[in-house]
């Protein structure tokens, strides 16, 4: 069973920063994407930002120049370093990964993580 769990949501003051982690585990033989989404109440799930393995970062246009997307392979993590927060960035933060799994043979298959809350406060 493959599993994402997250960490570092919380409550920061705008302006402030948090670091967001999520690290996969389970019978993983590699991962090709990892995603940040967000969901605020009452909006759809946007694409906040993701990398692909060994690939460039893309972001959405609201968080570019704020937010920071970033992979350690080794650890199977990936980080969401938020800097500059603003309160129209609370929403749930969701973790999400392309994930081949050891002995299946199979491919890709996607992942979430459970989602943790950020809160920016005015």
């Known amino acids: 069973q493959v599993q994402l769990v997250e960490s570092g949501g919380g409550l920061v003051q705008a302006g402030g920063s948090l670091r967001l982690s999520c690290a996969a585990s389970g019978r993983i033989f590699s991962i090709n994407y990892m995603r940040w989404y967000r969901q605020a109440p009452g909006k759809q799930r946007e694409l906040v930002a993701s990398m692909p393995a060994g690939g460039k970062t893309n972001y959405a246009d609201s968080v570019k120049g704020r937010f920071t997307i970033s992979r350690d392979n080794a650890k199977n993590t990936v980080y969401l370093q938020m800097n500059s927060l603003k309160p129209e960035d609370t929403a749930v933060y969701y973790c999400?990964?392309?994930?081949?799994?050891?002995?299946?043979?199979?491919?890709?298959?996607?992942?979430w993580g459970q989602g943790t809350q950020v809160t920016v406060s005015s």
């Open positions: 999400n990964a392309d994930i081949m799994m050891v002995g299946y043979g199979l491919g890709y298959v996607d992942y």
